[in-house]
């Protein structure tokens, strides 16, 4: 029987051998596993709300019944503010980044950015939604709080990413730059464990993920590009949760788009919160993550917390097919 390697063992194992390692890094990442592990659970519950109270309620045993994306959110933040490990964090949920300012924290040299419920309207529908995390180094002098500068840093600045996906099994997934290892939750145990060591994503595949019912709302060239993967018979497969449907792309190779539209005529994600953690994951994984402008998505200047994107990830071939449609019908529109 092989050996059982929990994600603590794992992340003690590979940061230790890294150069000026302080151990703080590892006890960050590990808190991230605990808040999943505390946000599983809850999402494990989420079928039962009708039962037990909807959302803004009081359930049968008296307490407030909160959205989930809320509790996750609180979870993450309570969960890394105890740490002492991060001196501030932004999130999807939140307008403003957070700092946190506790005696223990705010000599922290980390940030993190995250969007704690990726997918959020596949909640009540009991379908698999996820986490994703980004950590940056912080800029400003160690000794004062957080400043916004900390977190306006471009992914190619991350020093780890990851996601934390609610589906059939909870799988933990993350890198700090040297591979991407993915953790399923053995609920028995309560710890994830190794399951997908050094996962590299095939070239190409036949899966595209894109929400087709904005087709018309898309430019000309990528019309044409999702004509083509049509063509090609190319399966659609698109769950609405970027962390499911990427999931997928990174095993079974694939394509996701979330293109510019009229309605986001700069892209919907998040490019802090959403498109450059993925895109860390998916450079790790051996994909391409790039804008449906063509830009590098780790290399895209960042202004604003809640700044959005368009975004083509997945397989290296696949995105280069794209970004050939792109070359060639771009050019006619302009
Ligand atoms: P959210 O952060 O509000 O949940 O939105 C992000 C989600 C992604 O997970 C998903 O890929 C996309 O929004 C779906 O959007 P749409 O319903 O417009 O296709
Ligand atoms: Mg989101």
Do not use: W
């Not at 000794?143 to 471009?154: A, N, R, T, V, W």
């Amino acid at each position: 029987m092989n050996k059982i390697v929990t994600l603590d063992e794992f992340i003690i194992r590979t940061e230790k051998e890294k150069p000026h390692s302080s151990g703080s890094f590892s006890r960050l990442l590990r808190d991230i596993g605990i808040a999943a592990k505390i946000v599983n659970r809850e999402v494990n519950k989420a079928g039962l709300v009708n039962i037990l109270g909807v959302d803004g309620s009081t359930n049968s045993t008296g307490d407030d019944v909160q959205k989930l994306d809320v509790f996750a959110n609180e979870k993450f933040i309570e969960t890394l503010s105890y740490s002492g490990e991060v001196c501030g964090i932004a999130s999807e949920e939140n307008q403003d980044f957070i700092p946190i300012q506790t005696d223990k924290n705010k000599l922290a040299q980390y940030v993190v950015v995250m969007d704690p419920l990726d997918g959020s309207s596949n909640i009540d529908v009991n379908v698999s939604v996820g986490t994703i995390f980004g950590i940056y180094r912080r800029k400003s002098p160690a000794e004062g709080p957080c400043q916004l500068e900390d977190f306006l840093q471009k992914g190619t600045e991350m020093v780890a990413a990851g996601y934390v996906l609610y589906g059939t099994s909870t799988l933990l997934v993350y890198s700090s730059g040297n591979g991407v290892n993915g953790f399923t939750l053995d609920p028995s145990i309560g710890e994830f464990c190794l399951s997908h060591r050094n996962i590299q994503m095939p070239v190409a595949g036949n899966y595209y993920s894109v929400n087709q019912g904005y087709y018309l709302k898309f430019d000309l060239e990528m019309r044409r590009y999702i004509d083509h993967c049509s063509d090609l018979n190319y399966r659609l497969r698109y769950i609405g949760s970027m962390v499911s449907d990427i999931h997928r792309i990174m095993f079974q190779g694939g394509i996701f788009l979330y293109p510019n539209t009229r309605k986001y005529p700069k892209g919907k994600l998040r490019l802090l919160y959403e498109c450059y953690p993925m895109a860390y994951l998916i450079e790790q994984a051996g994909g391409t993550a790039i804008t449906c402008k063509l830009e590098r998505v780790m290399e895209m200047d960042i202004h604003a917390l809640h700044q959005t994107s368009s975004i083509a990830m997945g397989s290296r071939d696949m995105v280069r097919d794209m970004k050939e449609f792109v070359e060639k019908y771009g050019a006619v529109i302009q």
